[in-house]
């Protein structure tokens, strides 16, 4: 058995297609007999590694390889518990761990809360919402966020960005829902950012906005589209668009120029000014990012000297709590 594996393993870095994908077949029907010889490929990361082939090839045994994952971490051996536990959460979420290894991991984020500076929130993420730090608790009404928890940066922007931020699911009726997963920033500078690139995304990060501004007073849009060369910025309050900028909208700009907009607007009267600045900023400030500095912060590191609290995990429906979410995380 061992050797078949080790071969079938072999045959998952070949360049033939056929060869590649019949291996894969092979493992996947050798199921959890295959578990304990495929672990340890999980743990190699050097160059040329099968590391993530295997990883797939495990993903797609799905729930039948639970049960000896979960042996693995109760009894051994011990040098493959770590990847078993990887393997767990990445399968089935933080559901598939037991109560131990859950309180084991809900503490090692505590810890981790605690000295997490400087904190780095990602620019490239390309979308985020922005509201006042003191108002956290009316921002997470308005938007009907569930299952708040701490967590580190690390965790949150990889959880709302790069993992699986959705999933759909039955109620108690069998009626269909889809959830996603967003995460809440520390403070930083007397805001807080959110980040979640489905919920932005199919919600409308612009119809989030003014609803969120209802309850907490204020909040902001961005976001900045580098494959379409296009820019998106919106403030409101109380409800209400106050002034917003697209690309592509029609119109472009929403709402009369903000004070901030007004030393770039009248460049047009400058007989020395730069011809091509005169016309880009002839109705306003058309960059996310010269908005955000301006209005709030601008994602990316962050100074610890304007770093405040931690950060939190939230999703958007009651019957879909974090713990439901497939997908290892960094922590």
């Excluded at 493992?27 to 578990?35: N, V």
């Excluded at 078993?84 to 131990?100: N, Q, T, W, Y």
Aim: glycine share 8%; aromatic share 8%.
């Amino acid at each position: 058995m061992q050797d078949t594996t080790q071969t079938l393993v072999g045959h998952l870095s070949s360049r033939d297609h056929a060869v590649c994908s019949a291996a894969q077949d092979a493992l996947i029907a050798l199921g959890p007999a295959a578990i304990d010889q495929l672990l340890p490929y999980t743990l190699d990361r050097s160059s040329g590694s099968p590391r993530r082939s295997v990883q797939f090839v495990i993903g797609r045994m799905g729930d039948e390889v639970l049960p000896r994952l979960r042996e693995i971490r109760s009894e051994g051996p011990g040098r493959l518990r770590g990847s078993a536990l990887e393997m767990l959460v990445e399968l089935g979420g933080v559901d598939a761990l037991d109560e131990r290894d859950r309180r084991a991991v809900e503490r090692l984020v505590r810890i981790k809360i605690l000295d997490e500076r400087p904190v780095e929130t990602p620019s490239e993420s390309g979308r985020w919402l922005a509201f006042p730090a003191d108002r956290l608790d009316d921002a997470v009404a308005a938007l009907g966020l569930h299952d708040v928890r701490p967590a580190t940066s690390v965790i949150g922007v990889a959880a709302a960005t790069r993992a699986a931020d959705s999933l759909e699911f039955r109620d108690a009726d069998g009626e269909k829902h889809r959830a996603y997963r967003v995460f809440i920033t520390p403070e930083f500078s007397g805001w807080r950012l959110l980040f979640g690139n489905s919920f932005l995304d199919e919600l409308g990060g612009t119809n989030l906005a003014d609803k969120v501004s209802e309850q907490a007073g204020e909040a902001h849009f961005y976001a900045i589209d580098t494959y379409h060369s296009s820019q998106l910025w919106w403030l409101s309050r109380d409800g209400h668009v106050v002034r917003g900028r697209s690309t592509y909208g029609e119109p472009e700009f929403v709402g009369d120029p903000l004070p901030f907009e007004l030393e770039y607007m009248e460049g047009e009267d400058d007989p020395f000014a730069d011809p091509y600045f005169v016309e880009k900023y002839a109705k306003g400030v058309t960059d996310a990012d010269m908005a955000a500095d301006a209005l709030s912060v601008m994602p990316g590191p962050m100074p610890e000297s304007t770093t405040h609290g931690h950060g939190w995990l939230a999703t958007t429906h009651a019957e879909a709590p974090n713990s439901r979410f497939k997908g290892a995380l960094p922590i």
